[in-house]
């Protein structure tokens, strides 16, 4: 198994521009998790989805940001316009439904972003 | 509400010597605990947890955790640490919702 994908592992981008971010979980699983990491703040669940429906998206930091999950094997988060604070790693964790009540999510290998 | 405190940012030990990275937690409902490892450049990788039953619990290379409800904590050990052990470890901590409550993470550093 591939393990949970994301894309681009880096991105470097201007303030203003539109970042877009990628993941496809691992086949099988229904709940898609994505995350922010800084060194301030920890490590922030963003949005949760379930069977593609967003089921809590509380953690999303304003409307700049969006998650979109159009099929079981694909997810977006989108940022726009960007800026210096939106700086971090942003990993995509996935999980099958009995897993994730419990806890256990499996992470891909994340995206640092760069805001300049 | 839940909450996880980890009581140490960086613990620095050499190669073979114990340690213990310390997790504090605070719910109103019975929780499962997890300890999460991430080394560098990659995503967190599950290490051990705790959902019922024997509140010793163990890692496929050495390390072990306790849970100890009377104190609310889940400490994880392991007797005799490797330089490959160099990693960041992440408490967390779920009720019946499945969202991970992360710590502030313990970025273990191992010494030749």
């Known amino acids: 198994d591939a393990g949970v994908i994301q894309s681009p592992r880096h991105e470097v981008t201007e303030m203003g521009q539109e970042v877009t971010l990628r993941c496809k979980p691992i086949s099988g699983h229904n709940s898609l998790f994505w995350y922010r990491q800084t060194m301030m703040r920890g490590l922030e669940l963003l949005i949760y989805f379930n069977n593609n429906v967003p089921i809590d998206d509380s953690g999303m930091p304003e409307d700049r940001f969006s998650a979109k999950m159009p099929n079981a094997s694909f997810s977006t988060l989108k940022i726009q316009p960007s800026e210096p604070r939106d700086s971090a790693v942003y990993f995509c964790a996935s999980s099958p439904d009995w897993l994730a009540y419990y806890g256990e999510q499996y992470f891909g290998p994340g995206t640092r972003l760069t805001v300049t | 509400a839940q909450s996880v405190t980890q009581l140490d940012s960086q613990v620095p030990v050499f190669e073979e010597a114990p340690v213990e990275l310390r997790c504090n937690y605070s719910?109103?409902?019975?929780?499962?605990l997890f300890w999460y490892v991430q080394y560098p450049n990659q995503g967190l990788q599950l290490l051990l947890k705790?959902?019922?039953?024997?509140?010793l619990v163990e890692s496929i290379n050495g390390f072990e955790a306790e849970f100890n409800k009377s104190q609310t904590s889940f400490h994880l050990r392991k007797p005799s640490v490797h330089i490959s052990d160099t990693a960041e470890y992440f408490c967390?901590?779920?009720?019946?919702?499945?969202?991970?409550?992360f710590g502030q993470g313990t970025t273990l550093q191992v010494k030749p």
């Open positions: 967390a901590v779920t009720g019946n919702t499945g969202k991970l409550i």
């Open positions: 719910s109103s409902v019975s929780v499962y």
């Open positions: 705790y959902l019922s039953g024997s509140t």
